[in-house]
């Protein structure tokens, strides 16, 4: 008798059903390796750019790249800093103006991206991106501008890097208390990501890898910084990361975070740490199927919350927001701010619940369910 052949799993009735969705792929062109950076000036040349001016948060990063680009150099700001003050912008633009630059090259973490962002904003200046945290900045169209204390953001397709350059040879000097909270905030696109409004099974399969690689390959990074096979596995992590943040929206653990760092000042990748556990409980019986699937790439988590907020003390990162500098009477403004108007987010957000969340995150206390 003629047995009969497994289904194959795209039909098999256990299957979540397949949702109708839209997916738009972002035309960056990316390297990656140990040693790509040295690619740099042939990327420049098929870019047809020719005066570079290369952005930086610290000299030394920026001298590496200077070395590389010979007479393509214009010039250096090496001035950025976190969330780009309009000031710092400001500057930046009139030197590449004044150098008569071509292109901005920007070496460094997400505040560093997003100062040539802000540049492009304003003037089309293309970008070329070489990432040296895992802020995932890089594949986005995000932009941000900070002025009176108020950050900005939006979407302009004229901000997203040309090209990407990943070289995990540039993250080796990343000490271990930025290395463990930055590839958090990797993790955190990638968790929102799977339950997006408008999620779409190529962007969850990037979310899923992401959050696979990076929890893998953290703890060996933050115990063993020299461990350059551990950098590219958190690094191809960060990339995917990055991909899903500028692929589709985010919900209310980014506008949390957004709120705390805007109008708190507490710092970026240290406040998605603290955050993420508590948000993925918040959300967890409203996205099963996102939960289970992050669970499944944490390893061997007991639920997607306590996963993260395990991850998170094997990095030894930071655990609570009193410890960032938020103070308990901020909570209430905390919730109001983050509740004032409406947004996407899997489960309704109400200022009971994200007040309790906060409490929660404020003591650093494991996250409920
Ligand atoms: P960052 O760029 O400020 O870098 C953190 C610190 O690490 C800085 O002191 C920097 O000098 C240092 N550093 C960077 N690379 C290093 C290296 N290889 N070795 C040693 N030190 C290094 O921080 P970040 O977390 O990368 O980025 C945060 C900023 O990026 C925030 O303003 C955030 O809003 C923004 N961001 C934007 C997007 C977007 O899509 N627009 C995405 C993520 C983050």
Same mark, same amino acid.
């Given at each position: ?23 738009e792929s ?6 990656f ?29 920026a ?11 214009a ?48 003037t ?24 009176s ?42 968790i929102?990501? @799977?339950? $997006?409004?408008? %999620?779409?099974?190529?962007?969850? !399969?990037? *979310?899923?890898?992401?959050? #696979? =690689?990076?929890?893998?390959s ?96 094997? @990095?030894? $990162?930071?655990? %609570?927001?009193?410890?960032?500098? !938020?103070? *308990?009477?901020?909570?209430? #403004? =905390? ?33 409920d369910?």
């Amino acid at each position: 008798m003629a047995t009969r052949k497994p289904l194959p799993s795209i039909l098999r009735a256990d299957r979540p059903a397949m949702r109708s969705f839209v997916y738009e792929s972002l035309p960056t062109r990316v390297l990656f390796g140990v040693g790509s950076l040295d690619q740099l000036p042939t990327e420049i040349d098929r870019l047809g750019c020719r005066r570079a001016l290369v952005l930086a948060s610290s000299s030394a990063r920026a001298e590496a790249v200077v070395r590389r680009l010979g007479s393509r150099a214009a010039g250096v700001y090496d001035k950025a800093v976190m969330h780009v003050p309009v000031d710092t912008a400001r500057a930046a633009r009139d030197e590449a103006r004044r150098l008569d630059a071509d292109l901005s090259v920007a070496v460094g973490g997400g505040s560093t991206i997003g100062l040539a962002k802000a540049i492009a904003l304003e003037t089309g200046l293309p970008i070329l991106a070489i990432p040296t945290t895992f802020s995932g900045s890089e594949m986005t169209p995000i932009w941000g501008l900070t002025e009176s204390g108020a950050k900005r953001t939006g979407r302009d397709a004229k901000v997203l890097p040309r090209t990407v350059i990943y070289d995990p040879a540039l993250t080796l000097t990343l000490p271990p208390t930025v290395a463990g909270p930055s590839g958090m905030n990797a993790i955190a696109h990638c968790i929102e990501a @799977l339950y $997006a409004e408008n %999620a779409n099974p190529i962007v969850s !399969l990037m *979310a899923e890898e992401g959050i #696979r =690689a990076l929890a893998e390959s953290l703890p060996r990074v933050v115990s063993n910084p020299g461990d350059v096979e551990a950098h590219a596995t958190v690094l191809y992590g960060a990339w995917l990361a990055g991909a899903c943040l500028g692929s589709v929206g985010m919900a209310l653990h980014h506008k949390l975070c957004h709120t705390l760092g805007g109008s708190f000042n507490l710092p970026h990748a240290e406040t998605h740490t603290v955050i993420l556990p508590h948000a993925a409980a918040y959300n967890s019986a409203a996205a099963p199927e996102a939960m289970r699937r992050v669970q499944r790439a944490l390893g061997d988590a007991k639920n997607a919350a306590a996963g993260l907020y395990a991850l998170a003390r094997r @990095l030894h $990162a930071p655990k %609570a927001l009193k410890d960032l500098g !938020l103070q *308990a009477g901020d909570l209430d #403004r =905390a919730a109001d701010l983050a509740t004032q108007s409406p947004y996407y987010n899997p489960r309704p957000v109400t200022r009971e619940g994200v007040r309790a969340l906060l409490e929660q995150a404020f003591h650093g206390r494991p996250p409920d369910g």
